[in-house]
């Protein structure tokens, strides 16, 4: 059995590493003969997201290649059962699962509630990956703005950074978009 693979992608807001990420999925589901399964993290809070996720469901469903879609706001962990090792996973994107899964909770933004959050997440991605063929994710890199200082941004980023880090690490390919463009960080453009 092939080892799966994980693919990281970010970049800044609106730069097209969904995108990218849509048809790095769609040449790898092509090669496999496969249909990617779309792991959308986004909830309708307010008009515009709304509409991106509208605008998102919409480049899917046009498109020539037909997309499965899963939507899970929190604990993406739990769709690991339906996963199989055939699979190409797009998680688009980890920012969105953040907020969530920070603002499901009244829970004070403490040490350990954001250990726990980065853990569920990390394991969640971990345990969807290990089950699929290839999982590609998605986030932006909010931490090139400047933080506001107040302790909810201040936490908010560190975390991110931290998520970022680990996915890093686990990552067999590293990709930074900029203005539509991707740039290889990390292993061998395929």
């Not at 590493?17 to 003969?33: C, D, L, M, T």
């Not at 997440?121 to 998605?138: C, E, L």
């Not at 686990?170 to 203005?179: G, K, Y």
């Amino acid at each position: 059995m092939e080892a799966s693979s994980l693919i990281f992608i970010t970049g800044g807001v609106r730069c097209g590493k969904s995108s990218f990420a849509e048809r790095k999925a769609i040449e790898i589901a092509s090669k496999k003969e496969r249909q990617p399964i779309y792991l959308a993290t986004g909830v309708s809070s307010d008009s515009e997201m709304k509409e991106r996720i509208e605008k998102h469901q919409c480049d899917r469903k046009m498109g020539r290649y037909k997309w499965k879609t899963i939507e899970r706001s929190v604990e993406i962990g739990g769709i690991a059962d339906v996963i199989n090792n055939q699979d190409i996973i797009l998680l688009d994107c980890v920012t969105t699962l953040l907020n969530n899964e920070l603002f499901s909770s009244e829970r004070t933004w403490d040490d350990p509630f954001l250990k726990t959050i980065k853990e569920n997440i990390i394991t969640g991605i971990i345990s969807i990956k290990n089950r699929a063929g290839t999982m590609i994710v998605v986030s932006n890199e909010v931490l090139n703005e400047s933080l506001l200082a107040t302790d909810i941004v201040f936490s908010y980023g560190r975390l991110l950074g931290q998520i970022h880090q680990d996915l890093v690490k686990m990552a067999d390919q590293v990709f930074l978009v900029e203005a539509g463009i991707p740039i290889v960080m990390k292993g061998a453009s395929q």
